[in-house]
Nanobody
Framework: QVHLMESGGGLVQAGGSLRLSCAASGVVRRINTMGWYRQAPGKQRDLVAHITTDHSANYADSVKGRFTISRDNAKGTVYLQMNSLKPEDTAVYYC??????????????WGQGTQVTA
């Protein structure tokens, strides 16, 4: 299985920027998609952005043009650069990784979450 450790959340003024990082650890055959989800109080957890091994990225409409996801395959790390933050971006942000274990089964792992408040 993969353990995910997030960092970089915090409190920022509206219009400011934050950069989230998520490092994966553990022995797996392959990590396919890595991504970020967020959950505001009383709401469901929604996709923010995800990125494939070949760096193909997909974004929620609400963050397009403001957020950028990137990935370092060698380090097993995914980043989320968040610019022009809005109050509605306030949420707990969760890192996600999906791939294949050494036993050739699928895994779907989550981080513990990091609070972003704008």
């Amino acid at each position: 299985q993969v353990h995910l450790m997030e960092s970089g959340g915090g409190l920022v003024q509206a219009g400011g920027s934050l950069r989230l990082s998520c490092a994966a650890s553990g022995v797996v055959r392959r990590i396919n998609t890595m991504g970020w989800y967020r959950q505001a109080p009383g709401k469901q957890r929604d996709l923010v952005a995800h990125i494939t091994t070949d760096h193909s990225a997909n974004y929620a409409d609400s963050v397009k043009g403001r957020f950028t996801i990137s990935r370092d395959n060698a380090k097993g790390t995914v980043y989320l650069q968040m610019n022009s933050l809005k109050p509605e971006d306030t949420a707990v942000y969760y890192c996600n990784a999906r791939g294949v274990t050494m036993a050739v089964t699928d895994f779907d792992s989550w981080g513990q979450g990091t609070q972003v408040t704008a």
